[in-house]
């Protein structure tokens, strides 16, 4: 199988390279591309859970699994997965697979050295003491030959030492004067060029350039291909349950932290918190989807603690069309907690996503213990798997979908301009039927491109299927203001596949003089 982080190519918006790249996705994350619409409704995507993909470390079944990360590796033709087995101290271990469902422990060659601790099995990859992880970023650029980041945190008498050598770091003064203290924390990054051999990299604290910032685990990297720029997602600080975002160009600059995703006023049910949030370029180029953990604390009995601190988690669904900007969609979990006692039956904790063929493989931490309960339901059930590899399987663009709400139902696009004539369904009408035509502006039926003359899409299924019309007909459909009609009963609306421009006016005028558009800055 085929498989690749989800790292899409952005298009530029100008005739001159249009012939070149693939079609963008409209995805259906929301209906503003679309002028009219009757008798559908707009559905969050439906990830299935496999059963069949359960792992847990074979070496320590009482301990747990955190971040799980995974990749296909091309050279060794096969899917990676690590993990470590405890919060801290951060404890690295490996396992492959041929299908990304069947896991095996990935044992290390016998000269290979563990950088830091004892090596306890063999697939064991590192141990950084004090240290705690997150999930694995896989850097598309891989400038300096670093291919995996991990943005780590570091606590504890690690610090203390540290700061006790460097009279620049944060610390010193207080470690000098007053000895240990709980809040000493640094950001660290773990590296590794082929995500076997991992190390600290020195004098790499991504958390410093914010002095007044102290991020608590985990943190999510995303590259983003049109503004050149690797983009962060982290909680503000410790116990502080939101999400920020930074940006850097080379992965040593960052942008100070900006607030994106808190609580607001449709948050009502109960009490809520955002943990983390892994994002993933989606549609060639149509925005980002991103997997936002979702911690649901609400609690009859008084909080005991600095907050709140036992619940389930799962995870929703967030998307962006920029890369900066994200927006929650039904607000209902998109990864859904599975039936107790079955793997991830209390919490579900997404880190990677991976595209295999058609379809988009999620892989979460699923958990049998609540929030704050992981260690003591441990304690209580030893001979039972607590933490567990999770995998839900979801058809590709399948985040959101249109689908009628009775027989026949009907959509009308936002004019736009076609740069090469292909247009392509992602559509699941196996046991229904699908008709369209294109339309000028004023919803005037193109010659030769009415519903009458379309080869309608009868028992289709599938990401990519044309569209198509009867007969032969002159009229030239790319480079002018048009508009899709799609009307389809008993059927599944994923995403269409077109290289286009959704018009301003000022572009409608430019085409009718006959004039190019130029690069649009807001092309999503």
Not at 213 to 240: C, I, L, S
Not at 318 to 327: E, K, L
Not at 431 to 446: A, C, H, I, N, Y
Request: hydrophobic share 35%; with cysteine.
């Amino acid at each position: 199988m085929r498989a690749r982080f989800l790292s899409a190519l952005f298009l530029v918006a100008a005739f001159a390279s249009h012939a070149e790249e693939d079609s963008r996705q409209v995805l259906f994350f929301d209906l503003w591309k679309w002028d009219h619409w009757h008798n559908l409704e707009l559905c969050q995507g439906e990830p299935e859970w496999v059963r069949e993909c359960f792992y847990s470390d074979p070496s320590f079944p009482g301990e747990r699994m955190y971040f799980p990360s995974v990749w296909h590796d091309e050279e060794a033709g096969e899917y990676r997965l690590v993990y470590s087995i405890k919060w801290s101290p951060f404890t690295l271990m490996g396992a492959r697979s041929a299908d990304g469902i069947d896991w095996k422990p990935l044992p290390r060659e016998a000269s290979d050295e563990v950088p830091e601790g004892e090596r306890i099995a063999p697939h064991h990859l590192l141990t950084v003491e004090g240290g705690s992880g997150s999930g694995v970023y896989h850097d598309p650029n891989a400038t300096d030959g670093i291919r995996f980041r991990i943005f780590s945190r570091l606590d504890g008498e690690a610090v203390h030492e540290r700061a006790l050598a460097d009279p620049h770091h944060r610390w010193h003064a207080i470690a000098k004067e007053e000895g240990p203290k709980r809040y000493f924390g640094e950001g660290i990054t773990i590296v590794s060029r082929d995500g076997v051999d991992w190390e600290v990299k020195a004098g790499d604290h991504w958390d410093w350039l914010a002095g007044d910032w102290f991020p608590e685990p985990p943190v999510f990297v995303f590259w983003d291909e049109r503004r050149k720029r690797h983009v962060m997602t982290a909680r503000p600080g410790w116990g502080d349950r939101r999400q920020v975002i930074r940006e850097s160009a080379d992965l040593k600059n960052w942008t100070e932290p900006e607030l994106l995703l808190q609580p607001d006023s449709l948050d009502t049910s109960g009490p809520l918190a955002f943990y983390g949030l892994p994002v993933h370029p989606v549609g060639n180029g149509a925005g980002f989807a991103g997997l936002l953990w979702t911690f649901h604390n609400a609690n009859s009995r008084p909080v005991g603690s600095f907050n709140q601190f036992f619940g389930p988690m799962d995870a929703e669904l967030v998307y962006s069309y920029d890369g900066r900007r994200f927006f929650r969609t039904s607000r209902k979990p998109f990864l859904r907690r599975n039936p107790i006692p079955e793997p991830g039956c209390i919490q579900v904790r997404p880190c990677s996503i991976v595209e295999v063929d058609d379809e988009i493989y999620l892989y979460s931490q699923g958990n049998l213990g609540a929030h704050g309960r992981e260690r003591s339901e441990q304690r209580a059930n030893p001979e039972r798997q607590h933490a567990t590899l999770l995998l839900h399987r979801l058809r590709r663009d399948g985040w959101m979908f249109v689908r009628p709400k009775g027989d026949w139902a009907r959509l009308q696009s936002k004019p736009f301009a076609l740069f090469e004539s292909a247009i392509t369904l992602n559509v699941d009408a196996s046991v229904g039927e699908v008709r369209f035509q294109l339309t000028d502006v004023k919803s005037r039926p193109l010659p030769g491109r009415t519903f009458d003359d379309c080869v309608p899409l009868r028992g289709a299924d599938g990401v990519a299927v044309p569209l198509r019309w009867k007969g032969e007909t002159t009229e030239a459909i790319t480079n002018r203001a048009i508009r899709l009609e799609i009307e389809f009963r008993q059927a599944n609306l994923y995403a269409i596949g077109m290289d286009h421009h959704f018009l301003d006016a000022q572009d409608l005028w430019l085409l009718e003089d006959g004039k190019t558009i130029p690069a649009k800055r807001f092309d999503f």
